[in-house]
């Protein structure tokens, strides 16, 4: 006769819910630990929070695309210290930081309608335009500190010898003739 293997006692150990052992009752519950002992019936439910007004919620639109707006003007002075730091040298690290100070506004000014869409209504489709006027002058920014970068690397052509392929050929007024005697 072959009977029905029987399971380990360790599985049925696991597969049962624990006993509650006397010597674990004299265990205090934790600070702020409230044993949850009442189930909540139908009547015990928190009240719904009321939903917010539309002018609330414009509000809150126009103050977040406020936050979105200074967000360039607030990376600046971590990019100025990377530049710093960089140093007038032409090497990798410094042109991908310079190409990065280009890249980032350019991308972000074209952008900007998609970055604005969340927020505009027909309530905040005015003062948003405000606040895209900031976006794009704190971008701005972002580029001047890049070109001040280029120019301090020597970049940028701002003097006369930078220009001379395109300086014409100076006539002599005079010519120093050797005397053959």
């Not at 919620?57 to 707006?69: C, F, G, S």
């Amino acid at each position: 006769m072959s009977s029905k293997p029987s399971t380990p006692e360790w599985v049925a150990r696991l597969q049962s819910t624990p006993k509650r052992s006397k010597n674990n009752s004299n265990i205090v519950d934790p600070p702020g630990y409230t044993p949850n002992t009442t189930k909540k019936g139908p009547k015990d439910k928190q009240p719904a929070r009321k939903l917010p007004t539309t002018e609330e919620t414009d509000t809150l639109k126009i103050k977040k695309a406020w936050e979105v707006a200074i967000a360039p003007a607030k990376q600046l002075p971590m990019s100025a210290i990377g530049m710093y730091m960089t140093g007038n040298t032409l090497q990798i690290f410094s042109i991908m930081m310079v190409f990065m100070l280009f890249k980032t506004p350019i991308t972000s000014v074209i952008a900007i309608q998609n970055t604005f869409s969340r927020f505009e209504t027909e309530g905040t489709r005015d003062k948003i335009l405000l606040a895209k006027i900031a976006f794009i002058l704190c971008n701005m920014l972002s580029l001047a500190l890049g070109i001040w970068k280029v120019n301090a690397m020597g970049l940028l052509p701002t003097t006369t010898s930078d220009w001379l392929m395109w300086e014409p050929m100076r006539t002599s007024l005079e010519k120093a003739v050797p005397l053959l005697s």
